[in-house]
């Protein structure tokens, strides 16, 4: 039966996810709209169950590792996001607006910078979460993009190519700054974010 | 001994003033709604009903404008409108777009992988959690406008005494009033439609039982119809299913039964229930015969299908009324229609039925009520207003297997009643999707790798 947003969210904690993420009150309500609506056991906290059961998500070959990028903490079952970590991951995907670029340069970097985007990319290849992606990594991400279409062989050369191409300092992988210089000319700041309605 | 004899005229006048009462309420009911359900014909008190509360609750809604500026408070707005613009370009497109904004290189040289492909499954996916086509029609649709039911109501906090009042005012004759009028009336409906076409029962099969059994049917479901007070609008009725053809419609609730068969006679189709529900079929059948299956047999798609084909194909009988659907949706979209319907050859006769949500919302969530409670909703809300367009009969083409013309059919019904057509599964409401769906996108996502080795399997294929 839709839910009753604004009721359940207070003033003060909608002002705080503002200045955390950015995002405008009215996205905000209307994503806690969305979120209640994906939350089923009513707790005010979403599992990975509840995420899977969105059926696009569902096919989408990342879709897993698109979910894991909601729970930082570990990689256990029981984990619940709550709507304040919720709103943290998806402010990654808020347009850059030209005047946020003028801003005061010793405030903290804003979630949906171009590092940060480029962060939850990376985030994506980095299994095991130690900051570097490791051959085996990219093989096992490569695999889920492409299914069963393609060989271990070529997968396996694909992922060699790849390293070459990035790794400068020669430990075979690729650490967070060798990434943002491989993608240092694509546009990431359109590719990366998503088109709010008001 | 004394005491007693003080009571005594008091109880007298009591019992008088009930008894006229009762008498007077059963006649009202009997001059206003049950003969005009027999003859099928109306006063149109309905529309004169429906008209009046139009009116109110566009004043509440404009109140309760006002009353959030003066507050200064924004206003909860419902997401008819979507959260965010998706793009639809394809992934192939989009890929080749990453691509090429992030590379110094000749495209036509073809790049295999690039780390940035990574960029579209993401936002894909961050996309679909925040705002995807397929759960939201689970759950029943958002108004702007207010119509005095909490139960749709974001906004509800005191705004100005007159409209509380008058919600209060509402309350009490939803509850008071129009509750109890209409318990009385679905169960005199229920009553009659169990007794009588069980006494039709009895009756030799031929014309004379078809044509009773046909004017009982219409009779009880018209009574039932106002014990809803469901206002209806039939377009097109030259176009009514026929014997020996099968009618299919989009599904948002149970009310969906009641509203086509108090127009024309069915023959239903559906798995026998217990209780209250198994006692009704088990009569209807005495009169006509409806196609029941026990849970078993369900299961069994052979046997469905021919005890189907062989309905249609005795054109005495009369036409099939199914949902393909599978499941109650929420009236915003027709979701993926089963093939079954469509494979068994007969003609079609597509219907569209679309609810006007302001009055009251129809959906039946079976997940958060059940089907006692959702008729006690039906039966609180002002009133079930909705129109019902009767498409003109389609037949499977040449070369058309049953998906493409179940496609068709579907497209048809969501054309004429301005839903949104979409190829997802109804059994997504409680089921996984299938892996199929992802193995296609992985395919698709390979072929994009490929250009230099050329594909797997053998035959040559551009990329």
């Not at chain 2, 008209?51 to 566009?58: A, G, Q």
């Not at chain 2, 078809?210 to 009574?223: A, D, G, P, Q, W």
């Not at chain 2, 679309?354 to 969530?365: E, H, I, T």
Request: hydrophobic share 40%; net charge neutral; aromatic share 10%.
């Amino acid at each position: 039966m839709g839910s009753r947003a604004s009721t359940l969210l207070r003033e003060e904690e909608i002002e705080e996810i503002k200045k955390e993420t950015g995002f405008s009150h009215s996205q905000i309500t209307r994503l806690y709209s969305r979120f209640t609506s994906l939350d089923k056991g009513e707790n005010g906290t979403l599992s990975r169950e509840d995420f899977q059961r969105i059926p696009e998500l569902a096919i989408n070959p990342l879709g897993d590792r698109i979910i894991n990028a909601f729970f930082p903490e570990g990689l256990d079952r029981e984990d619940q996001v709550n709507f304040r970590g919720f709103m943290r991951t998806l402010a990654h995907f808020r347009p850059i607006e030209d005047n946020e670029k003028n801003k005061d340069p010793t405030a903290s970097e804003p979630l949906n910078s171009r590092t940060n985007k480029l962060l939850f990319a990376f985030r994506l290849y980095d299994l095991d979460r130690d900051d570097k992606i490791s051959r085996d990594e990219l093989l096992q991400v490569l695999r889920m993009m492409v299914g069963v279409n393609i060989s271990d062989e070529q997968l396996g050369s694909i992922a060699d190519r790849t390293i070459q191409e990035a790794d400068q300092n020669g430990d075979n992988s690729i650490s967070f700054n060798e990434f943002i210089k491989v993608l240092e000319k694509v546009d990431v700041e359109q590719k990366m974010s998503i088109r709010f309605l008001h | 001994m004394v005491l007693f004899l003080d009571f005594n005229p008091f109880d007298n006048l009591l019992c008088i003033l009930l008894g006229i009462s009762f008498t007077v309420w059963f006649t009202l009911l009997l001059v206003f709604i049950i003969v005009p359900a027999i003859f099928g014909v109306s006063f149109g008190i309905r529309q004169l009903y429906m008209k009046t509360l139009l009116k109110i609750f566009e004043w509440a809604t404009r109140r309760i404008e006002r009353g959030a500026k003066d507050k200064n408070h924004p206003l909860h707005k419902p997401y008819s409108n979507a959260i965010i613009a998706k793009e639809p370009t394809s992934l192939e497109e989009e890929i080749k777009e990453i691509r090429r904004s992030g590379s110094n290189r000749d495209l036509d040289s073809a790049s295999e992988f690039e780390m940035s492909d990574i960029f579209y499954f993401c936002r894909r996916g961050v996309e679909s959690i925040m705002d995807d086509e397929v759960t939201k029609r689970f759950s029943a649709e958002e108004l702007e406008s207010w119509n005095l039911l909490t139960r749709s109501n974001y906004n509800f906090q005191h705004i100005s005494l007159r409209l509380t009042v008058l919600w209060g005012l509402g309350v009490v004759i939803r509850y008071g009033f129009l509750l109890p009028l209409r318990v009385t009336l679905a169960f005199t409906g229920v009553g009659l439609l169990v007794v009588l076409t069980s006494i039709i029962g009895f009756l030799p099969n031929g014309r004379t039982k078809n044509f009773l059994s046909e004017k009982v049917h219409l009779m009880c479901y018209r009574i039932c119809v106002r014990a809803l007070t469901a206002i209806i609008t039939y377009h097109d009725s030259e176009n009514k299913p026929k014997n020996g053809g099968i009618c299919v419609a989009n599904h948002t609730s149970p009310i969906d039964v009641i509203i086509l068969a108090s127009d024309g006679c069915y023959a239903m189709v559906g798995q026998i229930h217990g209780g209250l529900m198994g006692v009704i079929q088990k009569s209807m059948v005495k009169a006509c015969p409806h196609i029941w299956f026990e849970r078993s047999e369900v299961k069994d798609r052979h046997l469905v299908a021919k005890r189907l084909s062989d309905h249609v194909e005795d054109k005495t009988k009369l036409p099939i009324l199914i949902f393909p659907e599978g499941t109650c949706i929420n009236n915003t979209s027709v979701m993926m229609f089963k093939k079954g319907s469509f494979e068994i050859g007969s003609t079609v006769y597509p219907v569209a039925i679309k609810y006007d949500p302001r009055f009251g919302d129809a959906f039946w969530n079976s997940s958060q009520f059940g089907m006692v409670s959702y008729l006690l909703r039906m039966m609180s809300s002002w009133a079930i207003v909705c129109s019902v367009w009767y498409l003109p009969p389609m037949s499977r083409e040449e070369g058309e297997d049953a998906v493409q013309f179940a496609n068709r059919v579907k497209a048809a019904i969501a054309r004429q009643g301005g839903l949104v057509d979409l190829l997802w599964d109804g059994g997504l409401k409680r089921g996984k999707v299938k892996d199929t769906f992802k193995e296609e996108q992985q395919k698709l996502y390979s072929k994009m790798l490929r250009p230099t080795w050329g594909p797997q399997n053998g035959h040559s294929s551009a990329p």
